[in-house]
């Protein structure tokens, strides 16, 4: 038999040739790489989980500020995030502090990768299938799959739709642990293995991220203590409001009312409804972040320079500094200014200009080593 995952990584990389669907996979990651491409698992056979998580722009959507639906005309309200690296957040919890970490999707709801992979399937607004038991009836059509089902977890698991559902996740699960989707092997990376070197306005950047003086970057977007860890995933998995505007053209298209607010964290349901969570929304990994925008959690900014400038609008009273260069207007209120991390946002001086390029170049060395020729675009 043929490896799955070796037949992926032609397909996804240039080749236009889909999988063979003659191969029966022998593991739960090559079971997964055919799911995750596979569009027979949405109502109208037109959406793959690969479709709003393309392997050839970072595991993100290139389409626009929200993912449309398989039906074509469902438009939600959130950007989809990349799924590179996901697969190090830890599970949904609460830590010490009292502070909520980890999970997936932007508002954590779900626990770990296998309950994300079940989302999107049966959402109306994406996947659009009617419930388990319609997924798992069109893997049963696919004679690949039931061997391979049978085979991997049990032969009677595609009897039932609680257990084939329940598969299906595991195996989606599986395959984005893999490597294909965190090679480590950035720029930043090479750097910190000593194979290459930083240009001075990266290497400029990258002391101004890391810097407790110049910002406070690494206050939310670096997990381990070495800022030199060969493992680092530049999130620490936590909820924060940081005052994103609302995004006025993606509600034009989606028809959501204007004011609408979304409540993120405040709707996990293992959250309880706390109030003091609204608005907030998780840390995104800064790894592939050159690559993958739109950016924050409804798309509302088309450039990475232009987020490192709405940060940077908390700690200056420079009206010049108050203007989206995308807009030419003034950044937008925050959507939910009750509960504003005030604390985090504002801290140390403005940053010119020069340092503003230095941290965008410096996050454009973030980007992984196939997706490097994405940033010349």
């Known amino acids: 038999m043929k490896c799955v995952l070796a037949s992926f990584v032609f397909f996804a990389f240039g080749s236009g040739v889909a999988l063979a669907q003659s191969d029966v996979p022998q593991t739960l990651e090559d079971l997964g790489a055919l799911l995750f491409f596979d569009v027979n698992l949405s109502a109208n056979r037109t959406q793959s989980c690969a479709t709003c998580h393309s392997p050839d722009f970072g595991f993100a959507d290139p389409r626009g500020m929200a993912s449309i639906g398989d039906d074509g005309v469902s438009l939600g309200d959130r950007n989809a995030p990349s799924a590179t690296y996901a697969a190090f957040s830890p599970a949904f919890h609460q830590n010490e502090d009292g502070n909520w970490v980890g999970g997936q999707f932007w508002d954590g709801r779900a626990a770990g990768l296998a309950a994300q992979a079940g989302g999107p399937p049966t959402n109306p607004a994406e996947m659009g299938m009617k419930d388990a038991a319609a997924v ?33 996740t595991q195996a989606l699960a599986a395959f984005e642990q893999t490597e294909l989707f965190a090679p480590f092997d ?4 090479r750097f910190l293995r000593g194979e290459a070197e930083l240009t001075r306005e990266e290497d400029l950047g990258r002391v101004l991220f890391f810097s407790q003086q110049f910002t406070n970057c690494n206050l939310c977007h670096q997990l381990r203590r070495s800022a030199t860890d060969p493992r680092e995933t530049f999130t620490n998995y936590k909820f924060h409001n940081i005052g994103v505007p609302e995004n006025t053209t993606l509600r034009a298209a989606n028809g959501v009312e204007l004011g609408t607010v979304d409540l993120g964290l405040m709707n996990n349901p293992a959250v309880g409804g706390d109030s003091d ?12 972040v050159a690559v993958t925008g ?25 009206e010049a500094r108050q203007i989206n260069p995308e807009t030419g207007e003034r950044f937008g209120r925050p959507a939910m200014p009750a509960t504003l991390a005030v604390k985090e946002l504002t801290h140390g001086p403005a940053l010119d200009d020069r340092r503003v390029d230095a941290i965008v170049a410096f996050l454009k060395t973030l980007t992984d080593a196939r997706y490097e020729t994405l940033l010349e675009r």
């Open 136 to 168: 798992v009836a069109r893997l049963s059509e696919n004679a690949v799959y039931e061997q391979a089902f049978a085979t991997l977890f049990a032969p009677d698991t595609l009897a039932t739709a609680e257990a084939g559902y329940a598969a299906m």
């Open 186 to 189: 950035s720029k930043y990376d």
């Open 277 to 288: 969570q609204r608005g907030k929304f998780k840390t995104p990994s800064l790894r592939n």
């Open 294 to 318: 739109p950016y924050m959690h409804n798309g509302v900014f088309e450039d990475l320079r232009t987020v490192v400038l709405f940060y940077n609008r908390y700690n200056t009273f420079d």
